[in-house]
């Protein structure tokens, strides 16, 4: 009783889209324990679990100090039985078995493996798991027929499991916005997803693109696209169309939380020159390239099957002088990048819906549905009470409607 006196209680709202949730995480070694969990059960296609644990890993990185005790977690929304123990574990013998065990277990590695293909999905991993497939090698060998997506997921699997830099990011807005503007000047570029919450690096670029003017959006994702593929820039890309108003053209979709907007998923080649202002598009200029040394995609740990990669260099294709770079070196790596277009009477709810954290999202869709009766998705805000959408012209707004308090960005890290 005399401890709990001088316990510090930490008490935090229930949904995270009420929480501010920076890049200052003093909890990670619990944090990095439950998402690892959350990941494992996500790979694994049990949802509730992994939403379970995502929950309770952001509850610890809300917290504005380091947890030392289980007694300072009384009260705390969101810790299951399950992740209150794998929490315990931890603050008392500073592990927690659980987490180990899957961290060392075949089926886990090869999911991160396989799944590290852009392209593979957690369904397609598990296929293949159960035919024994644990490695990329093994994948080769088994003679398996990739789709186009998956070809190229393998060929830059090295650079596309890197982190890319903000620097990077910054370098490819810069060729975006060009594009962009080039086909339409009035168009405008947002950098969203992790990078607009203000993280140091992600696992891919994220822009939205809109028009001041209502359908001047139109036709204008096949024209950056096509901008960027004359200009050397795309390595892959496959543009699905918008389908927001087209349920009539198919099958009934599922139903889904994947918005409809036209968007591009693609790889992006990033040349070291780009966003420096020496490149011009689509020219690698082999001389100053070669200058460069220590690229962020030239790590070492190139092995194995990504040949593919490696007899590009051979043939000089994209080289300067052969002799001054070391062996392996290539002016450029291969980064994801992903392209949304929308109206503009669309764009707060789009800009609000793609910046993340996924988490926050989900969060903001549970709060808004179940605290609200209102629906909400990257398109629009619909009030089931009103039976009206709510119109908003900012995230400001979108907040108010929904009766939060505004959230910015960078602390949107959930
Ligand atoms: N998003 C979404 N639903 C999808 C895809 C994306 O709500 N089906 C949103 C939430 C994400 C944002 O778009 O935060 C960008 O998706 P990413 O997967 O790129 O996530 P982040 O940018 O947040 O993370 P990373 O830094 O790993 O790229
Ligand atoms: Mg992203």
Known sequence: RTDDAEVVVFCVPSYACQRRTTLENHNTILTDALSLLAENAELSDQEGRSVAFRRAAAVMKALPGAVTGVTQLRGLPCLGEHSLRVIKDILETGASAEVESTKQSERYKALKVLTGIFGVGPKTAERWIREGIHTLQQLQDSGHTLNRAQQAGLQHYDDLNQPVAKAEADAIAEVVERAVVSVSPGAQVTLTGGFRRGKPT?????????????????????????????????????????????????????????????????????????????????????????????????????????????????????????????????????????????????????????????????????????EKTMSLSSHALYDNKQSRYLRATSEQEIFAHLGLEFIPPSERNA
């Open 202 to 370: 992600g696992h891919d670029v994220d822009f939205l693109i809109t028009h001041p003017e209502e359908g001047g959006e139109d036709g204008l994702m096949s024209k950056v696209v096509s901008r960027l593929e004359s200009q050397g820039f795309l390595l892959y890309q496959k543009t699905t169309r918008n389908s927001y108003l087209e349920s009539k053209d198919g099958p009934a979709r599922p139903a889904s939380n994947m918005d409809r907007f036209e968007r591009c998923f693609s790889i992006f080649k990033l040349h070291e020159d780009e966003g420096r202002g020496t490149g011009h598009p689509g020219t690698p200029t082999g001389n100053t390239a070669a200058a460069n040394s220590g690229s962020p995609g030239d790590s070492d740990s190139r092995s194995q099957i990504h040949g593919g990669e490696q007899r590009l260099l051979v043939s000089g294709e994209d080289g300067g002088p052969e002799e001054t770079k070391p062996a392996g070196h290539r002016p450029w790596r291969a980064v994801r990048v992903d392209l949304v277009v929308s109206p503009i009477s669309q764009f707060a709810f789009a800009l609000l819906g793609w910046t993340g954290s996924k988490l926050f999202e989900r969060e903001l869709r549970r709060w808004a549905g179940h």
